[in-house]
Each structure stands twice: as structure tokens, then as C-alpha cells.
């Protein structure tokens, strides 16, 4: 048989680009408190229809409502609000200094900070997160020290990390923050291993892992979701869709024919679907994906829905690719205005102690760059050249002794 029209080859293209109106109209979203809550205990196949809905509990008003309402007390939530102010202070002040020729390079996470916060607050000290480079507010809520975080950003002579690696790949084991590495998704597959070994131990950590919507098109992604499934690996796995893979838009990964969520029922796991900006809903989704990994129940998949409201990094302009204005049309809103929105109309909150917090955070922050710059910023002071060789190995074998010793050290 021959076709008898031509083939044609579908290349996805974006709603809107520059100069064009943003346009989210292709966008379902359903309201708030709308998707149901299952029991962890319900079978996967009892739960194929939530990947394609999307839970959130902060509605318009700013009030939290339906069955995933985790009931948090104001404590919590003003430390999640605090955690992501930090993270976006800290985001607005190291961009600044990267523009000063201060540091290499920096990446934002503007509208993504609930995700890292609400999920490090969720879990427990010994549960390991496999991060990606836009989840900064899992160490902020942690409490990591930020002159660590300068430092390191600054490759000085006291960067943790011994200015081996890029500004803000963090490494940080004790506040459950695997290390952090340049390849997209390569650590997908670790955060599976890790959970697959704390079963194989009877121990009771579980791991989660982070993957952009962009990196889901890497085989990393099918490999960690085919072992989590076989195993019933203790783990949770997100996909953080933000939209954009810098400048490729989610269509490109597969989102104009489904959900990333969806992608969960293939390998008879539970997918869900969550407003990644609703730093309450994040929170409970993790707390039941948490609750069935501990239970032995195995993995979940959980696409958090939400916006990169920044450029991709301080090498990325993305007015070249999308309109400028598109961030402010997000129909999910900002995640910060709408936690704090929540708290004032519980009357936990004004706007008065918002601003004092602000400002109370920029004044940290500016102490620890000011700090950091004491020691020095890029290229001003360094680790020892000596310590380029260490650690390649767990003892220096000869072929790091000779090298060290050709360039006299
Ligand atoms: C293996 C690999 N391929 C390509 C790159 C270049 N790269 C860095 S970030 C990025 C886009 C990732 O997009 P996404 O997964 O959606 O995450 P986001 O940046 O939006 O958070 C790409 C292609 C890389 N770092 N590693």
C-alpha cells in the first residue's frame, strides 16, 4: 500500500512568542479542593484518574480547602514562607552579584521556591533528597549556613566544595542534599538506588528525587521509574514542570499529548498531579507519597505543575524566546504572595511583619555575601591547587602523584 498524502512531521510550538500576548488558554486547571483524596493504601489501579487532575488546596481567596488540606499550624507556614523569602532575597542578591563580574555563574528558582521548602519540611531528618539545581529552598528551609552557600558560589579559598564545581552545585549530606552534578537527570536513577538499598538494609529512610519536565525526555528518567516499580522502592519522584527547558517550551518533552504524571501509570505506579505553587499542596502530596514509601508500598510519581519565572540562568535571556510579560499570566500566581495571602486571612500574618521578615532576610543575606567577599570572589582567592587532586580517588594512586608532582606540589 502507498500513502496518498504526504507525510507530515508535527514540530510542537509554544502558544506564545515574543511580542505575542501570553496565552495559557490550552491550560485545564481545575479548582482548588476539586481532586479527590485516596487512601495510601487504595490500589494503583484505583487511581488512574489522578494524574490528569490536579490537587490544590490554597483557592483564590486564600483559603485552604478539600480532603487535601494537611491542616498545618501557623508555625509551620511561617516557616515555609520564611524559608522561600530567603531563597528569593538570596536568589535577587546573587544574580546582582553575578552581573558585579563577582561569580561565574547563578541560577534563579523565582516561583519554585514551595516545592524545595515544603518538601524538606515534610520529610525527616535521614531522608535523602537527589536534587536539581532550581530546589535551593530545601537547604534554605534546612537552615543551611548561606556563608557556605557564598562561599561556594564564589569559589574562594573557603567554598566547601573546594572550587571543584559550578556556583550553586551544592553538595550537603547532612541536611539530606545529595550532591548536585551538571548532567540533567543523572541522579534520577541514584535517588531509586538509595531508596532500594535502605529496603535491602530494613532501614527506615526514604530517598526523593527531582527532574525538570526537559530532562523526563532522558532515559534516566525510564530507567529510575522501571527499577522504582520493580523493587517498590521506598521513594517519591518529581518532575518539577515548569514549562520551560531554557528555551524549549514543555511541549518539546511530550506535555501537548499528556500529563508527566500520566507517565506513572505505564509502570503501575500512582501518578500525581500537584500546583507546584501551593506550598500547602505540595506539602500533602508528599506527606501521602512519604506515607506509602514508608509503608512499604512503594513509589510514587508527582508532577508539580509551575512556572520558571526566570530566566533559565544568568547565561539565558528569555525575552528571545517567550514573551516577557508571560510569568505574570501564570494562572497559578506566585507561590510566596499566595502563602502569605493564606496566613494573613487566617490572621496569622500582616503586612507589616512581611515586611519586617524582608527585610530582616536581605540584611542576612547582605551580611553573608559581604562576609563571603571578606574571603574573596572569583578569581580573588582560591583553594589550594593541591586540592585539585584530592578526592579523585579515596587514596591518590600513582597517576595523581605523578601529576602533582609535575606541577611541583
Ligand atoms: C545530560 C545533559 N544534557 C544537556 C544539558 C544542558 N542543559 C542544562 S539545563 C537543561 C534544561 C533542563 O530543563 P528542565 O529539565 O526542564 O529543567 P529546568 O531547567 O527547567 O529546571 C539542559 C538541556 C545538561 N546539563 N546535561
Redesign the pocket.
Same mark, same amino acid.
Given at each position: 500500500m502507498t500513502n496518498s498524502k504526504p507525510l507530515h512531521l508535527h514540530v510542537p510550538e509554544p502558544p506564545a512568542r515574543p511580542g505575542d500576548k501570553p496565552s495559557f488558554s490550552h491550560l485545564v486547571i481545575p479548582e482548588a479542593g476539586e481532586t479527590r483524596k485516596p487512601d495510601v493504601t487504595d490500589s494503583e489501579s484505583d487511581m488512574r484518574d489522578l494524574p490528569y487532575g490536579l490537587v490544590r488546596v490554597l483557592d483564590d481567596n486564600g483559603a485552604a480547602i478539600g480532603p487535601w488540606d494537611p491542616g498545618l499550624s501557623p508555625d509551620v507556614l511561617r516557616k515555609g514562607l520564611r524559608s522561600m523569602l530567603l531563597t528569593r532575597v538570596f536568589d535577587e542578591r546573587l544574580f546582582r552579584v553575578h552581573r558585579q563580574g563577582k561569580t561565574s555563574f547563578y541560577m534563579k528558582s523565582t516561583g519554585e521556591e514551595a516545592i524545595g521548602a515544603a518538601q524538606s519540611l515534610a520529610l525527616s531528618q535521614g531522608d535523602m533528597c537527589f536534587p536539581?539545581?532550581?530546589v535551593m529552598s530545601w537547604l534554605m528551609a534546612r537552615d543551611y549556613p548561606l556563608i557556605d552557600m557564598v562561599n561556594q558560589i564564589f569559589s574562594n579559598e573557603k567554598d566547601p566544595l573546594k572550587g571543584r564545581q559550578l556556583p550553586i552545585l551544592f553538595s550537603a549530606r547532612d541536611y539530606g542534599f545529595y550532591s548536585l552534578s551538571?548532567?540533567?537527570?543523572?541522579r534520577f536513577g541514584h535517588a531509586v538506588g538509595w531508596a532500594m538499598a535502605s529496603a535491602y538494609k530494613g532501614d527506615d529512610k526514604i530517598a526523593l528525587g527531582y527532574?525538570? !519536565?526537559?530532562?523526563?525526555a !532522558?532515559g534516566d528518567f525510564h530507567e529510575a521509574l522501571t527499577f522504582a516499580s520493580v523493587y517498590r522502592a521506598p521513594v517519591i519522584l518529581c518532575v518539577?514542570n515548569?514549562q520551560?527547558?531554557?528555551s524549549s517550551y514543555s511541549g518539546i518533552?511530550g506535555a501537548e499529548a499528556t500529563t508527566f504524571a500520566a507517565k506513572a501509570l505505564a509502570y503501575g505506579l500512582p501518578g500525581l498531579r500537584v500546583d507546584g505553587n501551593d506550598f500547602l499542596a505540595v506539602w500533602s502530596a508528599t506527606k501521602w507519597a512519604a506515607e506509602r514509601a514508608r509503608n512499604n508500598l512503594g513509589a510514587t510519581l508527582i508532577e508539580f505543575f509551575t512556572y520558571?519565572a526566570a530566566g533559565?540562568s544568568t547565561s539565558d535571556d528569555p525575552t528571545k524566546y517567550r514573551p516577557a510579560d508571560e510569568a505574570e499570566h501564570w494562572p497559578l500566581g506566585d507561590p510566596l504572595e499566595r502563602l502569605k495571602h493564606h496566613l494573613i486571612s487566617l490572621g496569622e500574618w500582616d503586612d507589616e511583619r512581611h515586611e519586617a521578615l524582608t527585610d530582616e532576610l536581605s540584611e542576612t543575606v547582605r551580611a553573608a555575601v559581604k562576609e563571603g567577599e571578606a574571603v574573596g570572589t572569583l578569581g580573588q582567592s582560591k583553594p589550594s591547587v593541591r586540592e585539585m587532586f584530592e578526592g579523585v580517588f579515596a587514596e591518590p594512586d600513582w597517576r595523581v602523584l605523578e601529576q602533582r608532582r609535575e606541577v611541583g606540589i
Open positions: 536539581t539545581y532550581r551538571g548532567n540533567v537527570g543523572s527532574i525538570g !519536565e526537559g530532562t523526563t !532522558e518539577t515548569n520551560w527547558a531554557i518533552a520558571r533559565h
